[in-house]
């Protein structure tokens, strides 16, 4: 269910994400042109990935779901503990709410080399509550266990920018080179256009 809810909106915003890549990379490389900056692959697709995992979070929050009926739940834990644990209804409102918000967690704490769990907790707050604000007035819900299972995934997001941060300086110095980091994106980028590309169905699969 959540891997099919994830296909169908990256579906649907492709447009917007083609014109909003083509656009935004023209405009970075002819800054790092025009202001003689060193150019690192790995860094700018990483930038290039956040902007997409927003596009896709605003997909994902404002346009699935459309027919359900609005409301306000003001009382921690009660959506949470409607679902029986292992069910699909589990897995997509609960696990999903913390597993869409982990990606926000993690490159937000790497963009504000966020060290403390303080620095992520407020900014993930207000995000999620602008989410859930946005939601009720288009016709959807207001869900406070919505805003503590998202601020969760952005917490386990920054553990996750903290733990891979600290392996990464005890690892070989070849290992913390900018070219192992760049092969590694290239790979990724390959695999996720592939994908893409079946996704919005251009053909060879």
Same mark, same amino acid.
């Given at each position: 269910? =959540?891997?099919?809810?994830?296909?169908?909106?990256?579906?649907?915003?492709?447009?917007?994400? &083609?014109? &909003?890549?083509?656009?935004?990379?023209?405009?970075?490389?002819?800054?790092?042109?025009?202001?003689?900056?060193?150019?690192?692959?790995?860094?700018?697709?990483?930038?290039?990935?956040?902007?997409?995992? =927003?596009?896709? $979070?605003?997909?994902?929050?404002?346009?699935?779901?459309?027919?359900?009926?609005?409301?306000?739940? $003001?009382?921690?834990?009660?959506? /949470?503990?409607?679902?029986?644990?292992?069910?699909?209804?589990?897995?997509?409102? &609960?696990?999903?709410? /913390?597993? =869409?918000?982990?990606?926000?967690?993690?490159?937000?704490?790497?963009?504000?080399?966020?060290?403390?769990?303080?620095?992520?907790?407020? +900014?993930?707050?207000?995000?999620?509550?602008?989410?859930?604000?946005?939601?009720?007035?288009?016709?959807?819900?207001?869900?406070?266990?919505?805003?503590?299972?998202?601020? $969760?995934?952005? +917490?386990?997001?920054?553990?996750?920018? =903290?733990?891979?941060?600290?392996?990464?300086?005890?690892?070989?110095?070849?290992?913390?080179?900018?070219? +192992?980091?760049?092969? $590694?994106?290239?790979?990724?980028?390959?695999?996720?256009?592939?994908?893409?590309?079946?996704?919005?169905?251009?053909?060879?699969?």
């Amino acid at each position: 269910m =959540i891997l099919d809810t994830l296909t169908n909106a990256i579906f649907d915003i492709w447009p917007m994400f &083609v014109i &909003v890549f083509i656009v935004l990379v023209t405009i970075r490389i002819s800054y790092l042109k025009i202001n003689h900056e060193k150019f690192v692959f790995y860094r700018e697709f990483l930038n290039l990935v956040f902007i997409f995992y =927003i596009l896709l $979070l605003y997909q994902l929050l404002t346009s699935t779901e459309m027919n359900t009926t609005g409301g306000l739940n $003001l009382v921690p834990f009660t959506e /949470i503990f409607r679902y029986s644990i292992g069910s699909n209804l589990f897995l997509y409102n &609960v696990v999903g709410n /913390i597993l =869409i918000f982990l990606p926000f967690g993690y490159f937000v704490s790497g963009y504000i080399k966020a060290s403390r769990i303080s620095h992520i907790l407020f +900014i993930s707050f207000v995000t999620s509550l602008t989410v859930e604000l946005v939601q009720l007035y288009i016709g959807r819900s207001f869900d406070i266990d919505d805003i503590l299972l998202n601020v $969760l995934g952005s +917490i386990l997001g920054f553990f996750l920018f =903290i733990g891979l941060t600290a392996i990464k300086k005890h690892m070989p110095r070849f290992f913390q080179s900018d070219l +192992i980091y760049n092969v $590694l994106c290239i790979l990724l980028m390959v695999i996720g256009i592939l994908y893409f590309i079946k996704i919005i169905g251009l053909g060879w699969f």
